[in-house]
Every structure is written in C-alpha cells, then in structure tokens.
C-alpha cells in the first residue's frame, strides 16, 4: 500500500483564529499536521506562557495532528546585529521544543543575494549564524528550514547559503513553489539545486509571476504538475504545506474553499509514490 504524504496548511490562510479552529479545520479536510504562524497578531507567539504552549500541544496532539513547522519570521542573513537575530531564532527553536514541531521557518532577509546569493555579505552572516544555532537546534531536535524567498528566492540562491553545512541534520531548506519559479528559475532546476537539501515543500498558485494574488490551485500560473512530477522523480515524501496568503489578500476565499484542491495535489503525488 502507498503511504500518504504528509500534509499540513499554513494558519496564515486564516489569520488571527484560534488553534482550536485549526485542529478542527484540519480534521475535516483530511490534513495530516498544521504549520502554525508565529506571530504577534496570532495565538502562537514565543510570549507564551508553559501552560499556553501545553495547551497547544494537547490540542494537537490529542487529535493526532503534527505541528510540522512553526513559521517564524526571523532573517538568518539580516543585516543588524547577530544579537538580535539569535536571540530571536532561539526563541523560536524553544517554541517549537515546547510544542513539539521538529522545524521553524527562516527567511534570507539579506540585502542582496539575487537568484544567486552573490552577496558575500549575507553569505557571511548566514553562516555565522548558522554555526552559532545550529548545535541548539538540534540539541532540541529542531531543523532551521531556510525558505526560496525574499533576497534569495531560487533554489540556487539557498543552496548556496545551505552548502557550508552540508550533511547538517539541523538545517534544511522550504521549497515555496512560487518565488523560485516567479525568478526565472524552472522546477527541475529547483529540485536539482536543492537536491539533498529540501526539508519542506509550500504549495500555493498565483495570477501570474508579476501579479501574486493567490488563486484556487490549478487555476493560476505556477507550473504546480510540473513541480508535482520533479518531487516524484526524486521520491519526494516529506511535508507539504498549502500557504495561502489571506493575512496578506484578505479579499480572497476561505482558506476552507482551497483545502479540497490541496488534498487533490498530495493525494496524486501520494499514488505517484
């Protein structure tokens, strides 16, 4: 028998609810796990008391829902003082100890890595950063998962801030399956350059590469099959996560209406397996 894929949906399609709605929302449409939002406007945020995140970890786990990643909003290649950044990166891995996710969401942040990561600048932060976190993270048994986006949206760009630590359980990097694209760079070239690298896959679809507005799966223009068929040729069975924008489009559909078409996509790579 095939063994499905994992799959989860990022609470930023439903900003601002409670992690009850979520665990609820997630068993009525078959998700196997939630990716919580970290964030000051959201019910999970690195303030919360011991008792807040046994709370949240009941919830989930009571259900037999995984928390697979908190998405957090640090910058590993910010350009500010490391401080700031570490301190803010560890309190997500202590979150994400305390809840029981295995991996917290990091952005490049940087000032100019380009689909290259050319700046040597970012690349120096990132792995002195990195080298810093990175015994922490694991020591929790957390995996910082460096996401295709902002500064170094392509898969080459983040390979290129990931390769110092290569063979690091610790570390790994998100797969969004609109930035790279958007950047010119093609699913079999993402796949390639995050080869051995990918810990964690983000779906969603957009109007177009220059207009961004998330749209039902499979009616915008990312090449989501073409994405689907470069996972299955690598055997691809890790996390897949539907990141749908609303906290950023608030005049879109429900997050309810776009889960169905997610469950569609996973379950076809499920039997691709």
């Known amino acids: 028998m095939t063994q499905p894929m994992p799959w989860a949906f990022s609470t930023l399609g439903a900003p601002g609810r409670p992690v009850a709605e979520h665990v609820d929302r997630a068993l009525r449409h078959g998700c196997t796990g939630i990716e919580l939002r970290v964030h000051a406007d959201e019910s999970v945020r690195t303030d919360l008391s011991a008792r807040e995140r046994r709370d949240i970890r009941d919830q989930a786990s009571g259900e ?157 223009a990312v090449p989501l099959d073409v994405i689907g068929r470069a996972l299955d040729e690598r055997a691809w069975h890790g996390w897949v996560s539907l990141e749908w924008e609303r906290a950023w489009y608030p005049h879109v559909a429900d997050l309810d209406a776009v889960l169905p078409g997610a469950r569609a996509w996973v379950d076809q790579r499920s039997r691709a397996g």
């Not at 891995?93 to 490049?108: H, S, W």
């Not at 690349?123 to 993270?137: G, K, T, V």
């Not at 390769?163 to 399956?177: M, S």
């Open 64 to 220: 037999g829902l995984a928390l697979p990643c908190l998405a957090g909003y640090a910058r590993i290649c910010a350009d500010v003082p490391d401080a700031a950044v570490l301190t803010e990166l560890r309190a997500l891995i202590e979150l994400a100890y305390d809840l029981g996710a295995p991996a917290v969401r990091v952005f490049p942040g940087g000032t100019g890595g380009g689909t290259g990561g050319e700046d040597h600048g970012d690349a120096d932060r990132a792995e002195r950063r990195l080298s810093a976190l990175l015994p922490e993270a694991a020591a929790n048994g957390v995996t910082l998962l460096l996401e295709t986006h902002d500064s170094h949206p392509t898969g080459a760009a983040v390979a290129s801030l990931l390769r110092p630590f290569t063979g690091e359980r610790a570390v790994a990097a998100i797969w969004d399956a609109l930035h790279p694209w958007r950047h010119g760079e093609q699913p079999d070239e993402t796949a390639q350059a995050l080869d051995g690298l990918l810990g964690y896959v983000q779906i969603k679809d957009a109007v177009s590469a220059s207009d961004t507005t998330p749209v039902l799966l499979g009616s915008g």
